[in-house]
T-cell receptor, first 109, second 111 residues
Framework: QQPVQSPQAVILREGEDAVINCSSS?????VHWYRQKHGEAPVFLMI?????EQKGHDKISASFNEKKQQSSLYLTASQLSYSGTYFC??????????FGKGTSLLVTP | DTGVSQDPRHKITKRGQNVTFRCDPI?????LYWYRQTLGQGPEFLTY????????KSRLLSDRFSAERPKGSFSTLEIQRTEQGDSAMYLC?????????FGPGTRLLVL
């Protein structure tokens, strides 16, 4: 079951904050966040496991609400390097990930 | 520490031809995954291996697709009788735990 991401696209000025949401209609075991730049492979950002707490490093953090089957990725004080497409991947059971359609983020000077 | 590598990086083929892609996972990663990604979409799961055993295969994977990981190290993905709809980026990922690390992908164009 493909998770739903919102918004589809967002444009920010450098230094602004953004939130990207990911929701699933099925119970989740884990949520994985990746960033992909054009023509490149997805790069792992972080993973949130069932029963885990909010995670973060530097200015990127994420939360996982198991009851609502939702996760949010928080980008604070955005930098130009944050531009790209953000994907959430969800695992219901096992190791196969179901990815959303992605959120395109553009940070402008 | 080398990451996941894939070969070739690009492949152009004619409809009806067979193609084979190779993936070398991060050393000591026991799980290896294949995904397909088309323009504007997220990666779509195809299959995964734990060591040499193929443990899960997407229902979307037609009989023209086959994957192997004979010695539990590198893996190959073969597409027989390619169709134009097979044009996509084929991504390989590997993991030791839940975190999957992706390779650069093989971009396939079927003419």
């Amino acid at each position: 079951q493909q998770p739903v991401q919102s918004p589809q696209a967002v444009i920010l000025r450098e230094g602004e904050d953004a939130v990207i949401n990911c929701s699933s209609s099925k119970a989740l075991y884990s949520v994985h966040w990746y960033r992909q730049k054009h023509g490149e492979a997805p790069v792992f950002l972080m993973i949130l496991l069932k029963g885990g707490e909010q995670k973060g490093h530097d200015k990127i953090s994420a939360s996982f609400n198991e009851k609502k089957q939702q996760s949010s990725l928080y980008l604070t004080a955005s930098q130009l390097s944050y531009s790209g497409t953000y994907f959430c991947g969800t695992a219901n059971s096992g190791y196969a990930l179901n990815f959303g359609k992605g959120t395109s983020l553009l940070v402008t000077p | 520490d080398t990451g996941v590598s894939q070969d070739p990086r690009h492949k152009i083929t004619k409809r009806g031809q067979n193609v084979t892609f190779r993936c070398d996972p991060i050393s000591e990663h026991n799980r290896l995954y294949w995904y397909r990604q088309t323009l504007g979409q997220g990666p779509e799961f195809l299959t995964y291996f734990q060591n040499e055993a193929q443990l899960e295969k997407s229902r979307l994977l037609s009989d023209r697709f086959s994957a192997e990981r004979p010695k539990g190290s590198f893996s190959t993905l073969e597409i027989q009788r390619t169709e134009q709809g097979d044009s996509a980026m084929y991504l390989c990922a590997s993991s030791l735990s839940e975190t999957q690390y992706f390779g650069p992908g093989t971009r396939l164009l079927v003419l």
